[in-house]
């Protein structure tokens, strides 16, 4: 809990961006279920009645027309949402990567030469290069990870049950 309080501080001047991004990762999870609901239509009102023995009459191919036209355009409204919300990630990420680089620095500057002494020269590299990588995966990568698996997984659930409670 320590850590997220600690990134929290310092996404100080991107919290409202983060916290739209993480947002927006909710109503993009959901919205994946849209695509289901526009293909189950398409089978329902078109090809089911096809296989069974009915012909293609004009009015049930502008219906597909219009189905696979909603489809199309909604899938690129989710995906050019989808990707403002991982600029947005990305963009905080990066400034919270650039305001810890500059703490850093500055405080590896102040400090003295028995500092530099006593610590290897690999492992303050790599405490100031691999493990600020890591803090900026973990804003931008895993926490979206995170919110979109469990709000997919819950919403998939409630749409299993609203199908059918036995499946």
Same mark, same amino acid.
């Given at each position: ?106 405080? #590896? ?35 979206? #990870? ?22």
């Amino acid at each position: 809990m320590f850590q997220m309080k600690w990134v929290w501080k310092n996404l100080e001047g991107c919290r409202k961006r983060y916290v739209f991004a993480l947002c927006s990762t909710v109503l993009i999870s959901m919205m994946a279920l849209v695509n289901s609901v526009l293909t189950a239509q398409i089978m329902d009102t078109v090809f089911t009645p096809v296989q069974q023995g009915g012909s293609v009459t004009p009015a049930l191919w502008s219906r597909l027309v219009f189905l696979v036209s909603l489809l199309i355009g909604f899938t690129l409204f989710r995906t050019s949402f989808h990707y403002l919300s991982i600029i947005t990630y990305e963009t905080c990420s990066q400034k919270l990567l650039f305001k810890l680089r500059r703490e850093l620095y500055a405080n #590896m500057q102040a400090q003295d030469s028995s500092f530099f002494s006593k610590n290897r020269t690999g492992d303050l590299m790599t405490r100031l290069s691999a493990d600020l990588d890591w803090g900026r995966h973990f804003v931008s990568y895993l926490a979206y #990870m995170v919110v979109d698996c469990s709000v997919m997984f819950l919403s998939t659930l409630l749409f299993f049950f609203t199908v059918s409670w036995k499946l």
